[in-house]
């Protein structure tokens, strides 16, 4: 099947008004039909393709709420690969994702629709570094954020997210801990244990634009404002921050305690997301815009399902190796 450019018809246009009506407030009308089009030729080609699509928070609202079938943070994407039953899955997210997904399901055709959809934090680390610090540090324990390559988690002994990080180096029965690759992450981590964390200076390229100053001054310039933050951002940041969590646990904040008024401290496209849910609440909106994720668009995900390309592949040996890290980290995370 060759790739094609879907047409915009008043059947579709009807069919996809209710859709439409839910997302109006973040996706301008003049863009609709342009994105409509392109939503209707992939739900309709997910099912012919038995597939499904795991969307990240940051996706643009067009693939959240229009193509996704589920969405979530780094670790909810990784709990519903293991569950997932289509016989495709496609990552709308970036490439680690995407592996994760491949490593914990070593049967099922996983696809990325744009190959170059990396991440500075993965690029940060290599296996053969992880390899040197256990020579450096012998005894130590290795913790790594999932966003890693697959390499570096076969060298690591427990993986974790942004919302489990605290529980998984908690849950080590060791005082030293090797936490790898984001020195951010790890410096906020460092804050809620007693154990020592050895740490890597990775950092992403996103969170790490942020500034302290730039946080003091949407404090001074909109009244009552909350702040949340992602613990990616550097120490100074996070310290101006009223919470810290994950993608779904800022999201959660703002669902369950509907603040009038709230900037969320990390990429863009979830502010967006999360006022299609929270019309009452005011978004203040730092555009910092993560240009891997933004790679994962309607056009790329149709021809993903078009072509099957890309197919995300591990090496077996490798694999085996880095699923006894990634389920070890589900095993904590789902508190067993
Ligand atoms: P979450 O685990 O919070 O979804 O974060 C993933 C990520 O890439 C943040 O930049
Ligand atoms: Fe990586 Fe940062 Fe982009 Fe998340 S936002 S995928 S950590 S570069």
Redesign the pocket.
């Known amino acids: 099947m060759t790739a094609s450019t879907p047409e915009w018809t008043p059947a579709i246009e009807r069919e996809l008004a209710p859709l439409y009506d839910r997302v109006k407030h973040v996706i301008p009308s003049v863009e609709w039909p342009v994105h409509g089009a392109y939503i209707a030729a992939i739900n309709a080609l997910k099912k012919e393709r038995n597939a499904i699509i795991l969307g990240?928070?940051?996706m643009t609202p067009e693939v959240f709420h229009c193509v996704s079938d589920l969405v979530?943070?780094?670790?909810?994407?990784a709990n519903m690969a293991v569950e997932a039953e289509a016989d495709i899955i496609i990552l709308a997210?970036?490439h680690?994702?995407a592996e994760t997904a491949k490593i914990i399901n070593p049967d099922k055709t996983v696809l990325i629709p744009d190959l170059r959809a990396g991440?500075s934090?993965a690029e940060s680390i290599t296996g053969a570094d992880v390899r040197l610090l256990k020579q450096k540090y012998p005894g130590c324990p290795v913790v790594t954020?999932?966003?890693t390559s697959a390499d570096v988690k076969a060298e690591t002994d427990v993986c974790c997210?942004?919302?489990n990080a605290v529980q998984v180096v908690e849950s080590l029965d060791a005082d030293r801990i090797i936490f790898l690759p984001d020195e951010y992450l790890g410096n906020w981590v460092q804050t809620q244990t007693t154990k020592e964390l050895i740490l890597w200076q990775g950092h992403?390229e996103?969170?790490e634009r942020f500034t302290a100053a730039e946080l003091r001054d949407y404090r001074t310039s909109h009244d009552g404002i909350v702040i949340l933050a992602?613990?990616?951002c550097p120490p100074e940041v996070l310290a101006e921050a009223d919470f810290v969590?994950?993608?779904?646990?800022?999201i959660n904040w703002v669902k369950d305690r509907r603040p009038p008024r709230v900037v969320m401290v990390?990429?863009c496209s979830m502010s967006d997301n999360v006022a299609v849910e929270c019309p009452d609440v005011e978004f203040v909106r730092p555009c910092n815009l993560?240009p891997h994720?933004k790679r994962i668009t309607l056009p790329a995900i149709l021809r993903c399902l078009q072509t099957l390309e890309h197919e995300v592949t591990v090496d077996p040996e490798i694999a085996d190796r880095a699923r006894a890290s990634v389920e070890r980290m589900l095993a904590v995370g789902r508190g067993q």
Request: aromatic residues 8%; proline residues 3%.
């Open positions: 990240h928070n940051y979530g943070d780094s670790l909810a994407l997210g970036v680690f994702m991440c934090l954020y999932v966003n997210t942004s919302s992403c996103v969170h992602h613990p990616e969590g994950s993608t779904s646990g800022m990390t990429e993560c994720m």
